[in-house]
């Protein structure tokens, strides 16, 4: 196993990289939609949380070969590995998502990022097929001593606008939260499903020929439909029932434990990751915990949730996983850097955790 760094497109930078050095990481995974521009800084001061999570710009550099050689060389000079991209910019699939007029240009649009990727070096692309996307989670004091963190508590659905879509705004000319008129239609699980398996069968044999791996994230929150949008993989038969739909090997999942643990119904996590790994179908994981089930959860710290972490590394462990796993996101700490300081205590738990395992409990007392 390998531990990971995950930074958001605006900490890609190289005092970031020193950071994720630091506190032991080896590998990065890059979350990449969102870019601060112009226009979502006034779309912002006009909308407010209305907006979602920003406005996706249509012509980011990031995504051209050049863009992503020069990233990769950037981590390499830190002295770490770029294990992956996380989530395609909504700007970039819109019409794949909402079966819209352009997905064929759209498509051709991801296999020239997804042959980019091959050629570059960067082994695996994480995303999430979702027409809404991430929300609905509140900041508040969740976790041990009172740290913040986001919780899931049932809020009302907001109306999914024309022009948004993975609760980002891609089109400024149609986007209008306020108007119930200019909502979009619903989406049945039939249709969701449809489009899915329509990617799968365009992606996975472009992926495979390119060495890269697609890694499906889970539906977050995991709910089977949110503003009349059908969720793909909000269980945990439903998440695994991935891997049947396309036997391809680039067909992955991008295994997010503290979204596993929050869903729902029948099933048992540990017996997924180890079919899973078993499998050798983990693109990488976010590894987090939770307390509760949606729809009402809290994140919390890695030591502290519902799901026994030491367990799932032992699963991974014996089953030869050899693939990278993150925090994803954690509580702040109170201090100047509560965001860093919640990361490296994450950090630090899963390191030591991963080297005893790896030791075979040698340094426990016992031999």
Known sequence: MKLGFGLYRTMLNPNELKFAKQAGATHIVAHMPGIATEKGAELAAKYGKKLGHGYSAPDDPMWTYDGLRDLKAMVNAAGLELEALENFAPSQWFDILLDGPRKREQYDGLKRVIRDLGRVGIPVMGYYFSVAGVWGQELGPHARGEALSVAFDGPPEPLRSRGTVWNMVYDVMTFDPDDPANALPPVSDEEIRGRFQEF???????????????????????????????????????????????????????????????????????????????????????????????????????????????????????????????????????CAAPWHAGMAYAMGYIRAAMTLIERGGRGLGNG
Do not use: W
């Not at 949008?229 to 029932?241: F, G, I, K, M, V």
């Not at 017996?271 to 915990?289: L, P, Q």
């Open 200 to 334: 799968l069968n365009e992606m996975a044999p472009v992926a495979e020929e390119a060495g890269v791996r697609l890694a499906l994230h889970p539906d977050d929150p995991p709910m089977p439909s949110l503003s009349g949008a059908h969720r793909l993989s909000y269980s945990l038969a439903r998440y695994e029932n991935i891997l049947q739909m396309h036997p391809s090997r680039a067909n992955s999942l991008e295994m997010c434990l503290g979204t596993m643990a929050e869903m729902p119904g029948e099933g048992d996590i540990y017996e997924t990751v180890d079919r899973v790994s078993k499998a050798g179908r983990i693109g990488y994981i976010h590894f987090r915990n939770v307390k509760g089930k949606a729809p009402h959860y809290k994140e919390v710290f890695v030591d502290e949730g519902d799901t026994d972490m030491i367990r799932i590394l032992g699963i991974l462990h014996r089953n030869g996983y050899d693939g990278v796993l993150i925090p994803d996101h954690t509580p702040h700490m109170e």
